[in-house]
């Protein structure tokens, strides 16, 4: 898919066919995540990629908004270390977003649908996963072919006005 195209088709897909994702198209949508810039190039990141039917149910209960992650063909978990200071910390964040959205980006090219999870419960997700007490798990990214609609370009996305958003020159 074209870069165009994947950035209009890329939406929050939560609901994913039985289909697992080919080895090579998983590593290709981590490698994306590996790529991603990040603030003086640190990458203060790690990511876990999880294909494990009990370990995706399992990290589905981390968060009232993680459900998705139980019916996904896979996931990728997002770890940070933690920061006491909060230059530290944004800055981490801001990374981890632009990781998440390569990600995302990626995946959407091979036709592999990506639903984003926060997660509530750190210790549960540090322990399903192995991550040590002084990392967070800080973001789930499900991954899976798409169940409810293919992954085409959206043509009236909800977002506030265009004009509203960007300004020129000037606020
Ligand atoms: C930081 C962040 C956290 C999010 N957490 C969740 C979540 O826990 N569960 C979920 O289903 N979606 C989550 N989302 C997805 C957003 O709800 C979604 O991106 C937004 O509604 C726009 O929809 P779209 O991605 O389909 O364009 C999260 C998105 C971001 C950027």
Known sequence: METWDAIR???NVRVYTSDPIPEADLLQI?????????????QHWDFVVV??????????????????????????????????DERNRLVSYYDLGQ????IMLAATGLGVGAG????GDQAAARSILGVPDDHDVA?????????????RPVLTPNRR???????????
């Open 139 to 151: 973001f789930l990214i499900g991954l899976g072919y798409p169940a409810d609609r293919p992954l």
């Open 30 to 42: 981590a490698e994306a995540g590996w790529r991603a810039p990040s603030s003086t190039n640190r």
């Open 99 to 102: 990781a998440t959205y390569a």
């Open 51 to 84: 294909t494990d039917r009990s370990q995706l149910e399992s990290l589905s209960t981390v968060w009232r908004g993680a459900h998705h992650i139980a019916g996904a063909a896979a996931a990728i978990a997002l770890v940070v270390p933690q920061y006491d």
């Open 9 to 11: 088709a890329r939406r």
């Open 161 to 171: 006005p265009f004009d509203e958003v960007v300004h020129r020159g000037h606020w």
């Open 116 to 119: 984003h999870s926060s997660v």
